[in-house]
């Protein structure tokens, strides 16, 4: 997917850098469809976004669990212009905030899309409710794969 549907396009979207030492793992993981939580090796705790010491324990140790990849949602946005040119096109768009189902305080930020390669405003923002149970899907953005959110 491009902005213009030209997959010859220049690369404007934001886009994670996959070679992060941190979050390498969560990228490569979401390419192959699994969407990974960091967990501290030693006490357990998920933790997101990334980083690298466990914020209860202190460990430096953590793998990566695959999750159910099932949420609700927990709040929503409607970025509006002015944005990012490439953004702007799409305004207003719809940016939720899910909550994992096995872990509520874990939380991505997406996009709630009805199809995986669907468009960022093809939901009506004004039908999104708090809590509503969503699912992850993968779309291929430039060299990323990145999670989204589907109604469940
Ligand atoms: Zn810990």
Same mark, same amino acid.
């Given at each position: @997917? #491009?902005? =213009?549907? &030209? !997959?010859?396009?220049?690369? =404007?979207?934001?886009? !994670?850098? +996959? &070679?992060? $030492?941190? #979050?390498?793992?969560?990228?490569?993981?979401?390419?192959?469809?699994?969407? +990974?939580?960091? =967990?501290?090796?030693?006490?357990?705790?998920? %933790?997101?976004?990334?980083?690298?010491?466990? /914020?209860?324990?202190?460990?430096?140790?953590?793998?990566?669990? *695959?999750? #159910?990849?099932?949420?609700?949602?927990?709040?929503?946005?409607?970025?509006?212009?002015?944005? +990012?040119?490439?953004?702007?096109?799409?305004?207003?768009?719809?940016?939720?905030?899910?909550?994992? $189902?096995?872990?509520? #305080?874990?939380?991505?930020?997406?996009?709630?899309? *009805? *199809? /995986?390669?669907?468009?960022?405003?093809?939901? &009506?923002? *004004? =039908?999104?409710?708090?809590? $509503? %149970?969503?699912?992850?899907?993968?779309?291929?953005?430039? &060299?990323? @794969?990145?999670?989204?959110?589907?109604?469940?």
């Amino acid at each position: @997917m #491009s902005p =213009t549907g &030209d !997959p010859s396009a220049a690369p =404007t979207w934001l886009l !994670p850098d +996959l &070679d992060d $030492e941190i #979050s390498a793992p969560f990228w490569a993981g979401a390419a192959r469809g699994e969407l +990974l939580v960091q =967990t501290c090796a030693a006490c357990g705790r998920r %933790r997101m976004p990334p980083r690298p010491m466990c /914020p209860v324990c202190r460990s430096l140790e953590s793998d990566w669990v *695959a999750s #159910s990849g099932r949420g609700a949602v927990w709040s929503f946005a409607v970025p509006h212009p002015p944005l +990012l040119a490439t953004y702007a096109e799409f305004a207003p768009y719809n940016v939720v905030v899910v909550a994992l $189902e096995e872990d509520p #305080s874990i939380r991505f930020v997406g996009n709630l899309v *009805a *199809a /995986p390669d669907g468009p960022i405003n093809e939901i &009506d923002p *004004a =039908t999104i409710e708090i809590g $509503e %149970r969503v699912e992850v899907v993968f779309a291929g953005v430039e &060299d990323v @794969m990145l999670p989204r959110w589907r109604r469940a």
